[in-house]
Each structure stands twice: as structure tokens, then as C-alpha cells.
């Protein structure tokens, strides 16, 4: 039973993990346009297209919850519980 909620867990993982990845990459698409053109004036009509500084902190943050997920899978410790019978 135990094996089967390991496999269970890894799917359910990797498919967070796919979804955080697109929603990665669409904001470092995002950042690229603002990066390009932030914003476009016509006479005194200003238009800006988004916060550079919103979209830099969602990507922060997705990156951080990436690389959460990558090294959930990885076990790096393990410890043992060790009961002395006399």
C-alpha cells in the first residue's frame, strides 16, 4: 500500500510540476514584453501594460515552488528510529 501512495504522490507531483513550469515560462514571457515596451504614450494618454515588479515576484515565487517540488523527490536524509532489546 505504501508503494502505491508513493505512486500516486509522484503523479500528483509531476503534474503540479508540469502546470507551475507553463505558468513559469508565461511570465517570463510576460516580463520579456514588459521589458520591451512597458508602456505607450499617445500625446498626455499613458497606457502601461503591467507591473514589472508583480510579474518579477510571481516569478520569484514559482521558481521557489519549482525547485521545492524538484527536491521533494530526492530523499536527502532518512532517519531511523533504533530501540536497544536487552
Given at each position: 500500500?505504501p508503494e502505491?501512495?508513493?505512486?500516486i504522490m509522484g503523479?500528483?507531483?509531476k503534474?503540479?510540476?508540469?502546470?507551475?513550469?507553463?505558468?513559469?515560462?508565461?511570465?517570463?514571457?510576460?516580463?520579456?514584453k514588459?521589458?520591451?515596451?512597458?508602456s505607450?504614450?499617445?500625446?498626455s494618454?499613458q497606457?502601461?501594460?503591467?507591473n514589472l515588479a508583480?510579474?518579477?515576484a510571481?516569478i520569484?515565487?514559482l521558481?521557489?515552488e519549482?525547485?521545492?517540488l524538484?527536491?521533494?523527490?530526492?530523499?536527502?536524509?532518512r532517519?531511523v528510529?533504533?530501540?536497544p532489546l536487552d
Open positions: 500500500m502505491r501512495n508513493k505512486n503523479s500528483v507531483n503534474e503540479k510540476l508540469a502546470i507551475l513550469e507553463k505558468r513559469l515560462k508565461a511570465y517570463y514571457r510576460a516580463e520579456e514588459i521589458l520591451r515596451s512597458q505607450y504614450s499617445a500625446g494618454n497606457l502601461t501594460w503591467a508583480k510579474v518579477q510571481g520569484k515565487e521558481e521557489s519549482v525547485a521545492a524538484k527536491g521533494r523527490g530526492t530523499p536527502k536524509r532517519s528510529r533504533v530501540v
